[in-house]
């Protein structure tokens, strides 16, 4: 559905130096920015691989619910979701600037790579055979099979792909090596886990085993980079473009003088020796708790119910994917749970006093078939859940200590703000009122009700804002260089909060009157999600190498935190050093570097009338032996498809 045409909407075209854009009405702020990243990173990334595309177009939808970019190397088209990723795996970075210079990084290296011109996908080999009796009366007979083997022009494995576009050009720090993505790598490396050889040369079939591809491509792009130099990964993807390399090996035979097996065998051996190291104090004072949920590898948003009895979260368990979770229940005394509501992703609130539960979901059953969030409640008693909101967008969210009040995020053209309704899906204000790509994250009510306090993102990382609950005061709680995100409150109006401090995410309390802050956890993966109970006990969802995990722990063991025993942080990892390929001093790296988004250039608007993908040849030679009495030579069948695709598949 996400690929399909919606006639229903008006579309329009800008066009800039290099690019042109489509996009239909609602979606233009995103449109022009996208148009002004798409021509400022052009230049740059093209350089690093001494390679430039034809004209690319831009689509650009806000239509459901879905954060993605996809590039169609062959038709010269990137399509853009406006909808900024949140995405567990993943650090936060400014959507648009990551998402533009790693879908365009694709185009080019890709096409760089190509044993062909991009005209040329790919080769058939072809043979049809027919079953024996042959009549008269009929113009064909019926083939019994039929083979038809693709010889692709291009052969890009899947980390090299990904590892690049990450890297994009690691000037512009659109996207860098996180906490996120180290923390996913030194868990798989710690316990001996890591994707081997193969493994990375295709997606995972997994939320987790696909993530695992490109944040092993990243790390390995990097590692080349730094060690043999940035120009290795431009000549590497022109030696995958030479007709006789039909493999990544033999690529790195011709250009590093060592096959796949040997450059990984000693990038493995440097990352274990390395981490190691670099953990070796946490060890020492490892402060987690007890993990209480491990089935599944994605297990969010633990919470205490009032008593402190019993912790709820969301789980996906034995699925393959993150969106298909439900709700579950676990009693910390009998050890025991059970499924409460299923087809749940979102954070969830209890109704006080009522045995009833808020939630956020996607649902198709809108106007147009719209995918996008709505909120429901499910009354657990009656076994019955009810719609609350209709089309509003609305995630994430929070009901008031009080029971009269939601408070949650919902989007439009790439932005989030805060809204809020009352109980009963009523009365919609919005709390916010960002316009040019502002990121807000997980909402929560103060103890009094008086305040929002939620995350916020712009660039990079997150910071903790707040805002009083009829939309003035709006200001920071928390703001460093370092991410700071998931606040909650516990009952003296402290502020639980997980932070990447370190170099790894834990568990933080801090007084807002006085200032204080104290660690709380000493993880070796990472800690996040917190909630706490009136007894200062805490639930988290811990990062481990086989994803994420709920633990418990106890007030006295948070008081066992030695905030010296931490991890060593490395800011340029895996090497901490640079072996650029010297080119990128032509270019304002600054500017670039240190953006101004809200401001654009003038674009001339005019409706799309049509736009369509150059001739793409699919050569075939088939071998067709209907007629038996024809020569070897005479069932040998050369041919061509031709295809052109419109940029909206119209």
């Not at 019926?142 to 994009?168: D, H, L, R």
């Not at 085993?209 to 990243?218: A, H, L, P, R």
């Not at 008693?381 to 929070?398: H, K, S, V, W």
């Amino acid at each position: 559905q996400f690929t399909e045409f919606h006639p229903e909407l008006d579309w329009f075209t800008i066009k800039g130096e290099h690019v042109e854009v489509h996009y239909h009405n609602g979606a233009e702020r995103t449109a022009k920015v996208v148009a002004k990243i798409a021509d400022e990173v052009w230049e740059p990334i093209c350089s690093l691989y001494d390679y430039e595309p034809d004209k690319v177009h831009y689509v650009i939808k806000d239509i459901d619910d879905y954060s993605n970019g996809a590039t169609y190397f062959f038709d010269n088209k990137i399509e853009i979701w406006t909808s900024a990723l949140d995405f567990d795996l993943r650090g936060t970075h400014n959507w648009l600037r990551n998402v533009i210079s790693h879908e365009f990084t694709h185009m080019v290296q890709i096409q760089a790579a190509m044993k062909l011109s991009r005209s040329v996908p790919a080769v058939f080999l072809q043979m049809i055979n027919y079953q024996e009796e042959r009549r008269p009366d009929l113009l064909y007979g019926y083939p019994n099979y039929v083979i038809s083997y693709p010889i692709a022009t291009v052969n890009v494995p899947a980390w090299f792909a990904e590892g690049t576009a990450q890297y994009m050009r690691q000037e512009f720090d659109y996207d860098n090596w996180d906490s996120h993505r180290d923390m996913i790598l030194r868990s798989y490396v710690l316990d001996g886990n890591m994707l081997t050889w193969n493994e990375m040369g295709v997606f995972g079939k997994t939320s987790l085993g696909n993530e695992s591809v490109y944040n092993s491509g990243f790390a390995l792009t990097r590692y080349i980079a730094q060690k043999y130099g940035e120009d290795k990964i431009s000549e590497i993807t022109k030696k995958l473009g030479k007709l006789g390399n039909f493999t990544i090996d033999a690529a790195f035979e011709d250009v590093l003088g060592k096959d796949g097996n040997e450059i990984y065998t000693e990038w493995q051996n440097y990352l274990v020796e390395d981490y190691t190291k670099r953990t070796e104090k946490i060890k020492s004072n490892l402060v987690e708790g007890e993990k209480i949920a491990d089935k599944g590898f994605g297990n969010f948003y633990p919470t205490f119910r009032k008593d402190g009895k019993k912790i709820y979260y969301i789980s996906n368990k034995s699925s393959d994917y993150f969106s298909p979770s439900s709700i579950f229940e676990y009693d910390i005394e009998t050890k025991e749970e059970k499924a409460l509501v299923g087809g749940v992703r979102s954070t969830y609130s209890w109704i006080p006093g009522q045995n009833k539960i808020l939630y956020s979901k996607i649902t198709e059953d809108n106007p147009d078939w719209y995918n996008v969030h709505d909120l429901f409640i499910y009354d657990i008693d009656e076994d019955d859940e009810i719609r609350l909101t209709n089309n509003l967008r609305a995630n994430q969210p929070n009901i008031s200590n009080d029971g009269s009040k939601i408070v949650f995020i919902f989007q439009k053209d790439g932005t989030t703000n805060l809204g809020v309704v009352d109980i009963d899906g009523s009365n919609f204000n919005a709390l916010t009122n960002f316009s040019n790509g502002e990121q807000v994250y997980n909402p929560k009510f103060s103890n009094d009700d008086s305040f929002i306090i939620f995350d916020y993102s712009y660039h990079q990382t997150r910071d903790i804002a707040k805002v009083n609950t009829d939309g003035t005061g709006y200001e920071f709680v928390i703001k460093t260089e370092k991410d700071e995100r998931n606040p909650v409150f516990d009952k003296n109006g402290n502020i639980i909060y997980a932070s990447d401090e370190t170099g790894i995410y834990n568990i933080y309390s801090f007084n807002p009157s006085t200032k204080e802050k104290k660690q709380l956890t000493n993880v070796i993966g990472g800690a996040f999600m917190p909630d706490v109970n009136d007894d200062g006990e805490l639930t988290y969802s811990g990062y481990t190498s086989t994803g994420y995990k709920i633990f418990y722990i106890k007030n006295e063991e948070q008081k066992e935190v030695i905030p010296t025993a931490s991890y060593v942080w490395r800011k340029n990892p895996p090497l901490d050093m640079s072996k650029p390929k010297g080119d990128i001093d032509q270019f304002d790296i600054a500017s670039l570097k240190n953006f101004n988004d809200y401001e654009t250039p003038e674009y001339t608007k005019t409706k799309y009338s049509g736009a369509f993908s150059s001739l793409t040849f699919f050569p075939f030679i088939r071998f067709d032996n209907y007629n038996t009495e024809n020569t070897f030579w005479q069932r040998i069948k050369p041919g061509l498809y031709v295809t052109s695709n419109d940029m909206l598949n119209r």
